[in-house]
């Protein structure tokens, strides 16, 4: 009797309680290779999109490829029409026609590709000491002591003097140079030790090394800055002067790798948020003739809190959409109160190194599949977007009956800091809105860590919410 009561237990726990489910072992053979395939487009993405401008390029290529022709203000559109629109090369907005009338609401998809990284600052060359450098200011929240001894890149670009724009990328390719940010050597790092960690590098000793030979002459000072500026006037035609109205970036060298002996993990830089824009993207091309149309941005400013005309607190999603409605003759105020958004951005997985900022129960775990967050933000839920229970009961139950492997997930501890995502600019627009996105390990470092199961899991979430 006692076995059978036991049983009988065990049968109602089962029924009553919530547990979270395991990617790796829900998913078939079959999936885990069409998993790892979907991976592999992804890192080719990676590589190639270091920064805002050049995800867009990326994004805009994949598109057409796809079928997506550049929009046109006042060009009528139709149920199946593929369109996409470019903010200022660094943001682009895609849209699927739905069969369904405008005034129904479209389903945004809401990612960003701006990263954590080191822009040069407008006057960035100097010299000391006979070593060439340029002077940084960094982008977004980063580690500062992270971004040292490590080989950087440089990406962005120039506009010259006579208002033609020069594109920079050096240290992408193997025979390309790559720069770096030097640390000090431990056995004179007594003092250095001793500062607390936001001050172990300090923001103005994020400086970046750029040469030290000299140029050839007697007459004059500043020999190595000369032959710097020497070198990219061959090969810009840039002068100092030209740095004022440019916009360098210098993210880290790597590539995109498989990581662990299982290959079960990503680790690069700028998952967050390629990992989400280009899950969106591709649910955007594989979403076939949707319902409600389907409207996904990749935005900028992200990183910075979305301010800026290419970042989610302006109006440019709105002015779009208010577009789209016009075409249709509605008002756009109608459309957005009636429009659903999954606000793609990831989330901080737990690491078992370091399990004291998470509470368990309420944290994401890697191969858990994609996290939904149902408000972020910080202290007493400061900064953010709280989704209702009915929406955030919509998004769930729209996973769970397609077989979606998710989980939810809060960003750390009660108190324990915070982060926002741009969910509550876009709920701000009357939309309902909710977080969902990828678990990440070591988040905002130059090389974060997502398990390819839950890459797969966001794409999936984001296509059955735009097939709905
Ligand atoms: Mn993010
Ligand atoms: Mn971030």
Redesign the pocket.
């Known amino acids: 009797m006692a076995e059978k009561k036991k049983s009988d237990a065990k049968k109602l726990q089962e029924q009553l309680f919530y547990k979270k489910k395991n990617t790796c072992e829900e998913v078939s053979a079959t999936e885990i290779k069409k998993c790892d395939k979907f991976c592999e487009g992804y890192k080719t993405f990676l590589d190639g999109s270091k920064t805002e401008r050049e995800a867009v390029i990326n994004a805009v290529e994949l598109a057409k490829k796809n079928g997506f022709k550049e929009y046109k203000a006042g060009k009528a559109l139709k149920a199946g029409d593929k369109v996409y629109t470019v903010n200022r090369g660094k943001a682009v907005i895609l849209a699927v026609i739905g069969k369904e009338p405008i005034e129904n609401g479209v389903k945004i998809a809401a990612a960003h590709i701006d990263s954590?990284r080191l822009d040069l600052k407008q006057c960035p060359v100097y010299e000391d000491n006979d070593i060439a450098l340029f002077k940084t200011h960094y982008y977004?929240?980063i580690k500062k002591y992270q971004w040292t001894a490590l080989p950087l890149a440089l990406h962005g670009v120039i506009v010259k003097s006579d208002n033609t724009t020069v594109n920079v990328c050096v240290g992408e390719d193997d025979n390309d140079p790559v720069f770096c940010v030097t640390d000090l050597l431990p056995h004179l790092a007594t003092a250095q030790m001793e500062r607390k960690a936001p001050q172990i590098i300090r923001g103005e000793e994020l400086n970046i090394l750029i040469g030290s030979r000299p140029f050839k002459a007697d007459d004059i000072s500043e020999k190595v800055k000369l032959n710097i500026l020497n070198i990219l006037f061959e090969k810009y035609g840039i002068t100092e002067a030209d740095f004022l109205s440019a916009e360098l970036e210098a993210v880290p060298a790597h590539k995109a790798r498989d990581v662990g002996f299982d290959r079960s993990m990503i680790g690069s830089y700028g998952h967050?948020?390629r990992v989400c824009s280009y899950t969106a993207l591709m649910a955007t091309f594989d979403c076939k003739a949707p319902n409600k149309t389907v409207v996904t941005v990749l935005t900028d400013k992200?990183?910075i809190g979305s301010d800026g005309n290419t970042g989610l607190n302006s109006s440019y999603l709105k002015y779009f959409i208010y577009e789209l409605a016009k075409q249709s003759k509605v008002d756009g105020w109608t459309v957005l109160s009636k429009s659903e958004c999954l606000s793609a951005d990831?989330n901080a997985a737990f690491d078992p190194t370091f399990p004291d900022v998470n509470e368990k129960n309420n944290t994401a775990y890697i191969n858990k599949g994609v996290c939904v967050t149902k408000y972020t933000g910080s202290r007493g839920k400061a900064g953010t977007s709280d989704a209702s229970a009915e929406f955030t009961g919509k998004v769930r139950n729209l996973l769970d009956k397609n077989g979606v492997i998710w989980q939810t997930g809060e960003l750390g501890k009660v108190d324990a800091g915070g982060?926002g995502t741009v969910a509550m600019y876009i709920a701000n627009l009357n939309v309902d809105v909710i977080d969902v996105g990828v678990p990440v390990l070591s988040?905002?470092a130059p090389f974060e860590v997502v398990s390819k199961l839950d890459v797969y899991m966001a794409y999936r979430a984001f296509l059955v919410f735009m097939e709905e």
Do not use: L, R
Request: a negative charge; charged letters at 35%.
């Open positions: 954590p977004g929240g967050d948020d992200e990183e990831v982060g988040m905002h």
